[in-house]
């Protein structure tokens, strides 16, 4: 892979502990590079259908994205735990929003929605929030190649499809996308803001929890998540934002 220019402030220590995650679960680096590139080839194969996910245009997005997370009074960061009510008073509050995935689901009001975090879980959620045209940043990891390939393929035939941002998560650089730090989808949003240049005090999580697999999240084994939610924990540690996280 070759490099790509980057602009973004990267703890490489939230980098570096995804070779330990890989470690912890048995995955291997080979399907995270090879999905990396299969989802920049994705976008450069549907640039004819929507022009903005070019390259060019790519960092066009990172850049409003950018500017739009660093003039925020506070950039909330909900997650899959949030219920219904805890994400109506963030749509109340002011600041804009990251939404972990499925949690896009529990917002009733979207004008405050600056992103979803993805990497490709959100189901129903996740694709309405794309056909509105909330910008996406798009994960790949190993075993999401064909949701994401999927889901890109349905979105470019959106009246306005979403703008998007790739991001991997492998420690080599990647032309066309983006590795900010991170693990899950919710401490993969608050890296993401941290890397925009948002100060950790200006930023506040909603439905973070270390023992319950929220209600937004994907179908998954119930003890794995767990185990996922413990990195999450660890992460949030490393950037002292874990005490917003519900035991």
Same mark, same amino acid.
């Given at each position: 892979?070759?490099?790509?220019?980057?602009?973004?402030?990267?703890?490489?220590?939230?980098?570096?502990?995804?070779?330990?995650?890989?470690?912890?679960?048995?995955?291997?680096?080979?399907?995270?590079?090879?999905?990396?590139?299969?989802?920049?080839?994705?976008?450069?194969?549907?640039?004819?259908?929507? !022009?903005?996910?070019?390259?060019?245009? *790519?960092?066009?997005?990172?850049?409003?994205?950018?500017?739009?997370?660093?003039?925020?009074?506070?950039?909330?960061?909900? +997650?899959?735990?949030?219920?219904?009510?805890?994400?109506?008073?963030?749509?109340?509050?002011?600041?804009?929003?990251?939404?972990?995935?499925?949690?896009?689901?529990?917002?009733?009001?979207?004008?405050?929605?600056?992103?979803?975090?993805?990497?490709?879980?959100?189901?129903?959620?996740?694709?309405?929030?794309?056909?509105? +045209?909330?910008?996406?940043?798009?994960?790949?990891? +190993?075993?999401?190649?064909?949701?994401?390939? *999927?889901?890109?393929?349905?979105?470019?035939?959106?009246?306005?499809?979403?703008?998007?941002?790739?991001?991997?998560?492998?420690?080599?650089?990647?032309?066309?996308?983006?590795?900010?730090? +991170?693990?899950?989808?919710?401490?993969?949003?608050?890296?993401?803001?941290?890397?925009?240049?948002?100060? !950790?005090?200006?930023?506040?999580?909603?439905?973070?929890?270390?023992?319950?697999?929220?209600?937004?999240?994907?179908?998954?084994?119930?003890?794995?998540?767990?185990?996922?939610?413990?990195?999450?924990?660890?992460?949030?540690?490393?950037?002292?934002?874990?005490?917003?996280?519900?035991?």
């Amino acid at each position: 892979m070759e490099p790509t220019n980057m602009h973004e402030a990267v703890d490489q220590r939230l980098v570096d502990i995804q070779d330990e995650v890989r470690d912890a679960f048995g995955w291997g680096l080979e399907e995270d590079l090879l999905a990396a590139e299969a989802l920049v080839q994705r976008t450069y194969e549907l640039v004819a259908a929507v !022009p903005s996910w070019s390259q060019e245009g *790519r960092l066009a997005s990172l850049d409003a994205l950018r500017a739009t997370l660093f003039a925020a009074e506070r950039v909330t960061v909900l +997650g899959a735990a949030a219920t219904e009510e805890e994400a109506r008073r963030v749509a109340q509050q002011e600041g804009v929003i990251i939404a972990a995935d499925g949690s896009v689901g529990a917002l009733q009001v979207r004008n405050r929605l600056a992103c979803v975090v993805s990497d490709f879980d959100g189901g129903v959620h996740l694709h309405s929030a794309a056909k509105e +045209g909330v910008p996406i940043v798009a994960h790949s990891h +190993g075993d999401n190649v064909q949701r994401f390939t *999927r889901a890109l393929s349905e979105w470019s035939q959106f009246d306005t499809p979403p703008s998007l941002i790739l991001t991997h998560q492998t420690p080599a650089q990647c032309q066309g996308a983006h590795n900010f730090g +991170g693990f899950t989808d919710g401490d993969r949003a608050v890296c993401f803001a941290l890397a925009m240049g948002v100060n !950790p005090m200006n930023i506040d999580l909603v439905g973070f929890s270390l023992n319950t697999v929220g209600m937004w999240s994907a179908t998954t084994v119930p003890e794995q998540k767990l185990k996922k939610l413990a990195w999450m924990y660890r992460i949030l540690e490393m950037v002292e934002l874990h005490d917003a996280v519900a035991p």
